[in-house]
C-alpha cells in the first residue's frame, strides 16, 4: 500500500469517526437541552415533557405489561399492512403490465387515487369495517397500495426493450419474459418500494389507530393528548421512533443481502 | 445452398400521426456459410429488417424464407446478438450463456456441457462463475455470442454488436467474432454503418438507400476468405470496396440533400 493510499483512508477513517462522534453528540444536546428546560422550568414540562419523565413512564408501561401490548398491537398492523400492501401492489402492478389494454383503462382511476389524501376514506372504512384492527390494516394497505402499483409498474416498463427483443428472438412467451427478465430486473425496485412503504405504512396504522382503536401506540398518543398527559404522548412517539427506525434497518439489512446475492 | 431468402419484403410502422414505410421491396439472400453485411445511413431501417429476419415482427408483404419455409413457421433457430451485449447483470456468465435453453425448457446436462466447452473454448473458463460487471468489454460481448450459439443456430443476426466498444476493442472483437464464427461454421447476417467493418467481415454486401430502405446494390466482396478481418483490411483490393460502397451512399445522399434544396 502507498503512502498516499493510506493517508487517504486514515483521512477517511477519521471523517467517519467524526460523522458518528457529532450524530451522538447532538442527541446528547438535544436530549439534555430538553431535560435542562424542563427541569429548570424555562418552559413548563407539563407542555413539554421531558426526558427523564419520558424513561419513568415507559417504565411504569413496561411493568404494568401495557407496554407490550400497545407495541404489538401496531407493529402487527402496520407489518401485516406493509406485506399485503407490497405484495398484493407487486401482483397489480405485473397485470397491468402483461395487459396493456387494462393498463390504458385503469390509469386515470390509479391517478385519481394517488392524489387522493386516503385517509379522507378514513370514516368510510370505519362503517364498512367497524372499530379494530381490520380497519386499521386495511388503512394501511390503502396508503400504501397506490404508490406500490406505481412505482413496480414503471420499474417494469423501463426494461431495456433490446432485452424484450433477445428473449423475443428465443422464442421466449410473455410468461417466460416476466420471470426470467422482467422481475429479476426489478428487484432494485422492489427494495425502493419496500423503503417508501416502512414509512408509509406506520403513516396508516397510526393515522387508523387515531381514528377507531383500542390499543396500539396512535391509541396511546390520542389517549395522552386527552387526558393532558404530554409524558405519554412523548413517550408512544420516541417508542415510534425506535419501532420504525428498526424496521428501516431490516429493510436495508434485506437490500445489502439481495445485493450480494444478484450480483448488482 | 440458399439458406435465407427474402422476397419483395415491405414493412411500415403506424402510429396516430403517419404511417412511415421503414422497408421497401427488400429482396436478396443468403447462402450457406455465408457472412452478409447489411448497410445503410443510420435510421435507414436496418434494424428493423433484423427484427424482421427474426421472425419479431412479420413482413406486411413479402416473403421471407428459412430453410424454405416462412420464418414464423420454420424449425430452424436463429440467434440474435444485439448492439449491445444485454448480459443480465443478477446471473453469471454461465447462466447468461444458458439463457436461451433455459426459456425454451432445454436446460439439461447436455445444453450446459455444451456452452461450458464454448466457454472455455474461447477463452472465458476462469469467467464462468464471474457477473457480467466484472468483465471487459471484449469479453462480455464473446458471452454473448456463445450465449446465441449455445442454441446451435442455423444462422447469426448481429445488430451493430461493436458500437458500443472503444476503437481499438472493436477491431479486436471483430476478429474475435469473426473467427468464432467461421470456426462454428456458421452462418452470419451483420448489420452495421462502419463500411471499413462490412468490407473485412463479409463476402456480401447489401448496401440500402435511406428510408425507406430499398436494395441499392449488391456487391460481392473477393478478399481472401481465410483471412481474419484485420488482415483483410490490409489487402489491396480493400481500398476499392470502401471507395465503392462510399460512393454509392454519398450519391445517394447527394441526391436526397438537392431534392431538399430544390423544395425550399
Redesign the interface.
Known sequence: MSEAQRKYLKKRKIRIVITHLFRICLLAAFIGGWELIARYNVVDPFIISSPSRIVRIIGTLDRSGELNKHVIASLYETIAGFLIATAAGSVFAIILWWSDLLRDVLEPYIITLNSLPKIALGPIIIVWMGIGKPAIIFMAVLICIIITIISMLSGFCSV?K??I????????NKF?ILT??IL??N?PTLISVLKINVGLSWVGSIIGEYLSSREGLGYLIVYGSQIFQLDLVMASTVILCVLAGGMYAAVAILEKIVRKK??? | MTLLELKDVCFSYHSKDAETTAVDNVSFTVDEGEFVGIIGPSGCGKTTILNLLAGIYSPASGTILLNGKKVSESTSKIGLMPQRDQLFPWRTIESNVLLGPEVLGKRNRETKKYALLLLRKYGLGDFIKKYPSELSGGMRQRSALIRTLVLKPDILLLDEPFSALDFQTRIVVCDDVHSIIKQEKKTAVIVSHDINECVSLCDKIIVLTKRPAHVLEIIRIDLNKTMSPLKRRESQAFPEYFKKIWKLLEDKNERSTTKISEKT
Not at chain 1, 427483443?165 to 421466449?172: D, E, I, Q, T, V
Open positions: 431495456d433490446e432485452k427483443m433477445l428473449l423475443k428472438s428465443m422464442h421466449a417466460k426470467k427478465l429479476p430486473a428487484i444478484f450480483g448488482q
